[in-house]
T-cell receptor, first 116, second 116 residues
């Protein structure tokens, strides 16, 4: 089966510009996550969707970050305006909604954002 | 307080030797799951092994095994017969049962370097 697809792979923007990332999860996966991974750190959850509803966005900086998952499939994450500290890898992951503790999340290759 | 702690920023191991990567966790939830992921330089997160809080036996998957010590709240990953391709970042993660969204919380990671 096809994995989680993300684009672009790399993006360089100037501070105060806007940027958008796209994610296509594994077919049939109801749960979609966006993680931010700053260099040298572990991934930090930004937002989680269940179908097209938000389950958890408590760590999303809502003054500049937004995300949507229309039709419960693809998702976009936007940053507007970007700051230098937003430089990171943005990972998208998806999992099947099984209600089981051992349900693994499958990750895409990420988008590496550099803000200059 | 950190939910997942990985105290080894970097580890070296000789090829063909075994290595243990440490992970301690903090939760008051009796139902939880622990995951280990590998992140090579290409960026994607690869699921390795899972241990549930109620599992009676330590998990094993090929060369990977999990040394689960519930009373100590530790879930160390053991890699036997290290290979050059094992060089990567390794992340321990936890899912808590009361977490309605089933999100994964990650530790800061350990960089493993396998020497020929």
């Amino acid at each position: 089966e096809a994995g989680v697809a993300q684009s672009p792979r790399y993006k360089i923007i100037e501070k105060r510009q806007s940027v958008a990332f796209w994610c296509n999860p594994i077919s049939g996966h109801a749960t979609l996550y966006w993680y931010q991974q700053i260099l040298g750190q572990g991934p930090k959850l930004l937002i989680q969707f269940q179908n097209n509803g938000v389950v958890d966005d408590s760590q999303l900086p809502k003054d500049r970050f937004s995300a949507e998952r229309l039709k419960g499939v693809d998702s976009t994450l936007k940053i507007q305006p970007a700051k230098l500290e937003d430089s990171a890898v943005y990972l998208c992951a998806s999992s099947a909604r099984t209600g089981r503790m051992n349900t693994e999340a499958f990750f895409g290759q990420g988008t590496r954002l550099t803000v200059v | 307080a950190q939910k997942i702690t990985q105290t080894q920023p970097g580890m070296f191991v000789q090829e063909k030797e075994a290595v243990t990567l440490d992970c301690t966790y903090d939760t008051s939830d009796p139902s939880y799951g622990l995951f280990w992921y590998k992140q090579p330089s290409s960026g994607e997160m690869i699921f390795l092994i899972y241990q549930g809080s109620y599992d009676q036996q330590n998990a094993t998957e090929g060369r990977y095994s999990l040394n689960f010590q519930k009373a100590r709240k530790s879930a160390n990953l053991v890699i036997s017969a290290s290979q050059l391709g094992d060089s990567a970042m390794y992340f321990c993660a936890m899912r808590e049962g009361r977490n309605a969204g089933n999100m994964l919380t990650f530790g800061g990671g350990t960089r493993l370097m396998v020497k020929p």
